[in-house]
């Protein structure tokens, strides 16, 4: 039976040379369709600058959603990143408005971020506890320290520098684009490349066949839980950057918007499948279609009911193709 469950972690790794696999394709055709009709509709859809515009409005989600999608894959999910990611980039900004060093500032919100991560994981992996209840409570605790730390009110005044390095360009394109390019590689290696990957597949798609191969559990989903936090972190960073103020209520319904392209994008919420790439795209398909409903003058409740749709649709997608892909 061991050699059966060491089997079953290791077959993943056969298929870890697929970079873009058939439900990738299938959400590429979606953004392109996206593109088409918006094109028709809204002239000035396909506009370079459009275009720049549409992959700066998706980094941020793209930052929490690679995250969330590794949460996914390992079975579980983090409601708590945005929370995680006010709470982590106002203690930055307090840090940074009070002189402290730019590196020492964005190291302690970095490790405020991996602690909330830590301290989802940890609930989850040693108290049994379901990763649905646990995020739900840390969605409130982290939201209210950061509330409290802060009295409600935003901190302002952030170093000109800081601001001017996250709203730069590199050429065209703009530094949070790289940056979540960047943290898109590391995501795609450590998933497809490298043994904690290998671990979050096994632990999402067969936990207790993943035990008896001798997978560190609990390990691997504090540090499933930590990564997200930590993305998290660099999505508040990256946000109050650009609005030149870190408010407690950042990252609001953030985790909605992760969760939503890691669906569409072909994670499945049952663990044991997805993929960077797929995510990546599924960001953008909700990018371009926000966007083009904005040009087109159209009102946010109904961009709300456009992305209740689509991800429905995504949803009946991975229902009708699963075991086929």
């Known amino acids: 039976m061991a050699n059966q469950a060491t089997r079953s972690v290791s077959e993943p790794k056969r298929h870890r040379v697929v970079v873009f696999n058939l439900r990738d394709a299938g ?25 720049i515009n549409i992959l700066q409005q998706s980094s941020i989600n793209a930052c ?29 900004a307090m840090l940074l408005t009070a002189g402290v060093p730019l590196p020492i500032s964005l190291l302690a919100g970095l490790c405020v971020g991996l602690f909330c991560g830590f301290v989802n994981g940890a609930l989850i992996a040693f108290a ?11 969605l409130s605790l982290y939201r209210a320290l950061a509330l409290i730390f802060t009295g409600g009110n935003p901190i302002l005044g952030l170093p000109n520098g800081f601001r001017h390095v996250l709203n730069s360009d590199i050429g065209i394109v703009p530094v949070p684009v790289i940056i979540v390019a960047v943290l ?61 103020a870190a408010e407690p209520v950042l990252g609001n319904l953030w985790e909605l918007d992760a969760i939503a392209a890691s669906a569409i994008g072909g994670a499945s919420l049952m663990g044991g499948k ?4 797929g995510t990546l795209l599924g960001a953008l398909v909700l990018g371009a279609m926000r ?29 009708f193709t699963r075991g086929r892909v």
């Open 27 to 51: 959400t590429l055709f979606g953004l392109v369709a996206i593109a088409v009709v918006f094109s028709i509709l809204a002239p000035d859809f396909l506009m370079p600058h459009n275009l």
């Open 64 to 92: 929490v959603a690679i995250g969330m999608t590794l949460v996914i894959i390992s079975g579980g999910i983090d409601l708590s990143v945005g929370p995680t990611a006010a709470l982590s980039a106002v203690l930055t």
């Open 128 to 138: 049994g506890l379901q990763p649905f209840i646990v995020t739900l409570g840390t």
């Open 184 to 244: 898109a590689v590391i995501g795609w290696l450590i998933l497809r490349k490298a043994p904690l990957g290998e671990y979050i597949l096994a632990v999402g798609g067969n936990e207790e066949a993943a035990r008896v191969a001798g997978v560190p559990i609990a390990r691997t989903k504090i540090i499933t839980y930590m990564l997200s936090g930590a993305l998290a972190f660099i999505a508040g960073i990256i946000l109050i950057g650009r609005l030149g």
């Open 274 to 277: 997805g993929s960077i790439v």
């Open 291 to 319: 966007n083009g409903l904005t040009l087109m003058d159209v009102q946010a409740f109904y961009q709300l009911l456009a992305t209740g749709i689509i991800i429905i649709a995504a949803m009946l997608v991975d229902r």
